[in-house]
Each structure stands twice: as C-alpha cells, then as structure tokens.
C-alpha cells in the first residue's frame, strides 16, 4: 500500500463517514446527491471520443459509472484499504463481475466448501455456462488449496468469515499459495465488514461485499462492491490475457499496461458492467452510503449482542450446540482472534434438539426475530437454512456448508440484548 | 527522497509549478498509454511537446516531434519519461543537460541512480506515477472511475477544464 492512497492519518470511523464524499461542486450539497439520471451531455464528439475512448475520466451513461455509485465505490475501497472498487446491483452480481475481468473459458479456481449455499450453486452449475470450473476445497487446512492447485487455475475464494457456519479462513497461508501459484486470493469479506476485518491486509487481492447486508446495514437496498487491492502482477505470468492482451473491443488497449494498477478496477466498469449490466442503482448507492457512515457504531453492537445471545444459547437445555467463533469453545475461536479481533461478528448457527422439525417450529414461533432470508440487518434475523437458503443443496452438501437440518442461523441485530434473549426464549421452549 | 511514496503536497506543487512537458516516447498511435496521457494533460492546459526518433518531424496531437530533448529550443519545465527504466537513464541526463525542473519516469519506471543525479544537479524527481492518473486523483476526477483517492475534504470542488 502506497501511503499517499490511503487518507493519510484519517482514521477507520472519519473513512466511513467522508471518503468518496465532497460537497456537491455545483450546489454545495453536503450529503451525496441520487444523481438519478441514465445519460451525462458529452460537450462535444471530440469530449464524448475521449470518454469513449477512456483517455479522460467523466461520465457516459449509468450503466458504466454514476456520480453516486462512484462515492460508494470510492467509500468502500477506503475502507478496505484497496486501489478502486466496482459496484454492482448484488453480491451475486460482484461475484460475477469479480471473476469476469480475468477468467476465460476452460479456465478453473479454487472455492472454499464452506461458502454461502448460493455461492456454491452460483460457481458450481451458472458458471459452468461460460465454462468458469470450480473445484471445492475444504478450507480448514490451507495446504489442501495447494494440494488442489491445476495449471488451469486462475484464483483462489474464500470467504473470511463464512456464511452460516461461522468458519474462519487462515487468509495469510492462502494468499502465500494462491501467490506462488502466480493467482490471485478473491475473498468475500460480507459477514465481517472492513470494520472487522480487512482482507488485504492479510494478503487478498481481491475484496467482494454483498452491500446488502452490513455495509448498506438496514435491509433497504441490493447491492454488491468488487475491491481491487490494485497489488496483484496481472502480467506476472500469461494467465491473465483479458488484463495484458490488446481488447479488441477498444481497439487493442491492453488495459494493465495502460491503466497500471486501475487496470482491473477499470475493466471492472469498462468491460464488466458494460457487457454483464447488472449495474448498481443510484438510490441504492445513497441509502448505503449512507448506511456505511454508521458501520464502526453498528457492527460494535452487533458483535456484542451476538456475543450475549451466543453465550445464551450455549447454556440453553433445547440447543445441542453453538457455532459461534466469538466463544473461546469455538474450533475457530483462535482464528477469529487472529483476523476478527474487535469481535467475530453477528451471523452464526446453533443446533436445536429435535431436528428439521424442530427448527420450523422456532423460525415460526419468533415474535421480534423475523423469519427472512437476509443478514446484516438492524433487525435480528432468523432462519432455518436447510428448509429455505439452502434448501437447493443436497443433504450432503448441506451438511459441509454447516446448513443441516437442526441448524439455525441467527443475524443478530442491534436492538436490545435482553428483549432477543427474550424471543429466542420463548420460541425455543415452543419448539421442545 | 523517499521514492516509495510520494505527499500529495509534493506532487501537487509539481503540477502546479510545470507549464511545459517534453514526453519522451510519445506515441503516433492513439491507443498507446503515452497518447492517452498526451491527450489528458494538453486539455488540462498543460504544452505538452512528443520527442520520439522513429517519428521526429510528424505531428502528434497537434504538436511537432522531436528526435530527442536537446533538439527542442523552447524552455521545458518537466521531462515525462515513457521508456523503460533502463532507457530512462540517458534522458534523465539529457533533462539535466537541457536545464529542466523536473523529471518524471511513468509507471513501471524507476531509475535510481539517475534520479540521485537529477536531485543532485537540483531537479526534483517523481518515478514510478503517472501525471494523467495524479493529476486527476487530486482534483477528484480518478474519483469518477471508482477509484480511491484518498482525498478527503469539507471544500466544495473547483471544477477543473477539460
């Protein structure tokens, strides 16, 4: 990390609030303005031939860049402590995006078994439509990354804190193997925030958010960012060739050479949102960064309410465990310390007594906690992944992704600790 | 020097201080990273004159090709190297010959030994950046593509020409 990239001295909470964000050249407007509009005047065919052309910065057309979205990207990039960002309409959308700048057909990466159930339906069956193969790797020794590297590989995903089951990654060993191997590390970073966790400082490359979830922080907008640490070599090797070969839809620009360590970030809009489109609303972009200048102050008490509820259900006679990386019985308890030292998040599973059934029952029987399928909510989430998220996974698979059929995944929010404790109470003796 | 990292104040008195650039290894083709630059700095007010053997006497831009620094007989406040870090050793001598304030060596190029001459002989040095993607990160047009500037201020933007 070049020192003149990162605001210098400002900390983490001033980055959430500021960065991306000056009052509004024209009007002075100190919040981000929702530049609603599709399309941007060129002021003149010499003006629009260089925008068209990339060789000057300024707006096109929405589905490339919008003046709101690029606050968020530029906010969010901040955080992570990456080079540039590219913001899209989901997390599913990043995903997409992120590996759409580098891969190519007959191309293979390495995930993580332990991913979110739609991941693993994304890269295991939509992918294979372009011909992207995943191969699954179960992540709790970094050494099987290695042991499963092809010379067809082109990156390495994991999520840092993964969807439901509370595992950690060992980011620094990974990122040692996806590096000797000449790959990047991609690593979704949505259940721990950049407040909690900043993936590149550990060795990622890459950086994905579902904004949906704790960034945008309210459950009132879709969204997804792709972070560049704009530290990987995209022309180390000739695995890359969409980043380093002339693209013949910009006439033969090769865009690591001419846009450096933009390039991917560049791609990312110029290539990725121009031809997928799945490109980020502007209001969307508002109420997230909106959401974001509260990060620091939310995801403290969701880490602490998290922790109370966890603790709770850890001494409750209806639950059989808890799976939660923030309680020192945690097989991850060590690893979170390392990568997730201010807490270890507000998403997490436990296992009630008496199975599938038994799991209905309480996602039924919750008065506050609402049944929904999303996280990072102000509001405290319940649901029963194997009947709903994870329901398009076979047993087996659920099973490995820690979504069984007497698991329950909690998204803990901010309101008061007791009144959750409360709920989960009564709905767990319904349950019994 | 530090060239690891460069204050933003230090490149922002750079930009300001140069009226005119000499870019060695300007490029005739318009898709070539040198043009792109070209192009940018010449809308930003910067003269910006191409020194290129393989294409001295053509025009570039609107602007005459010279064959090397020397050949240029109006003053040059900064020499913009687009040659590789090697290469760039010669130029930065020829820079200093010719009475520059300031050489920059784009990115991926870095000479440190030419740029201890550079200072030595009292220019400063900027290597390893490129002017096109710092001049716009400090006036937030880089903001527009995404990218973090790592700028952050409570003053409304003075919209800066084209």
Not at chain 1, 147 to 175: H, M, Q, W, Y
Not at chain 1, 232 to 253: C, M, V
């Amino acid at each position: 990390m070049r020192d003149d990239d990162k605001p210098a001295g400002f900390g983490f909470e001033t980055r959430a609030v500021h960065a991306g964000a000056a009052p509004d050249p024209t009007t002075g407007a100190r919040t981000t303005p929702i530049y609603q509009t599709t399309a941007f005047v060129f002021d003149d065919v010499d003006h629009a031939a260089s925008l068209f052309n990339l060789q000057t910065y300024g707006y096109i057309y929405s589905r490339l860049t919008n003046p709101t979205v690029s606050v968020l990207e530029e906010r969010v990039s901040a955080l992570e402590g990456g080079r540039g960002a590219t913001a899209c309409a989901s997390g599913h959308a990043a995903q997409m995006l992120a590996f759409f700048a580098f891969m190519e057909p007959g191309a293979e990466f390495l995930a993580s078994t332990k991913l979110y159930g739609g991941s693993i339906t994304q890269f295991g069956r939509s992918f294979k439509k372009f011909d992207w193969n995943v191969i699954f790797v179960d992540p709790d020794d970094p050494e099987n990354f290695r042991r499963a590297l092809t010379p067809k590989c082109r990156a390495i995903f994991v999520e840092s804190l993964a969807n439901p089951g509370g595992v950690v990654t060992d980011l620094e060993p990974v990122a040692q193997i996806a590096h000797a191997a000449g790959i990047p590390l991609l690593v979704d970073n949505t259940l721990a925030s950049p407040y909690l966790c900043r993936p590149i400082e550990w060795g990622a490359d890459i950086v994905i958010h579902s904004t949906t979830k704790f960034l945008s922080g309210h459950g009132n907008s879709m969204g997804g960012v792709v972070v560049d640490s704009g530290k990987f070599d995209w022309s180390q090797n000739d695995k890359f060739r969409s980043l380093t070969e002339p693209e013949p839809a910009y006439h033969g620009l090769r865009f690591h050479e001419t846009f450096g360590d933009l390039a991917y970030t560049v791609a990312g809009h110029a290539l990725g949102l121009r031809d997928l489109g799945a490109t980020m609303a502007p209001l969307n972009a508002f109420l997230t960064i909106t959401g974001i200048e509260t990060l620091a102050l939310r995801m403290e008490r969701h880490c602490a309410n998290a922790l109370a509820v966890a603790q709770f259900l850890e001494a409750h006679p209806m639950v059989k465990w808890v799976s939660y990386a923030g309680l020192p019985s945690n097989r991850y308890h060590a690893l979170a310390k390392k990568y997730l030292p201010k807490g270890a998040g507000s998403v997490f599973t436990f296992g009630v007594k008496g199975g599938y059934e038994a799991g209905v029952k309480l996602v039924e029987g919750c008065e506050l906690l609402s049944h929904l399928a999303n996280l990072g909510d102000t509001r405290s989430l319940i649901i029963h992944p194997a009947s709903t998220t994870h329901r398009q996974l076979t047993e087996e698979q659920q099973i490995v992704a820690g979504a069984g059929p007497d698991v329950v995944r909690l998204s803990i929010g901010i309101e008061s600790a007791a009144d959750i404790i409360a709920d989960l109470d009564q709905a767990l003796r319904q349950a019994g | 020097m530090d060239h690891n990292s460069y204050s933003d104040q230090y490149l922002r008195s750079i930009l300001a201080s140069v009226k005119t650039i000499a870019m060695v290894g300007a490029s005739p083709h318009w898709n070539r990273p040198s043009y792109f630059a070209m192009k940018y700095l010449q809308g930003k007010g910067f003269r910006v004159i191409p020194v290129n053997p393989r294409a001295a006497g053509e025009t570039i831009l609107g602007e005459r090709v010279y064959a090397d620094l020397a050949e240029i007989s109006e003053p040059v406040d900064m020499v913009d190297i687009f040659r590789n870090s090697e290469a760039a050793g010669a130029i930065v001598d020829e820079a200093i010959r010719i009475g520059a304030k300031i050489v920059w060596m784009q990115l991926g190029v870095r000479n440190d030994a030419a740029a201890a001459r550079a200072e030595s002989a009292g220019l400063r040095v900027v290597m390893n950046r490129c002017p096109k993607i710092e001049y716009s990160r400090l006036h937030g047009e880089l903001a527009w593509s995404g990218i973090n500037t790592g700028i952050i201020s409570s003053k409304r933007q003075k919209r800066v020409p084209r």
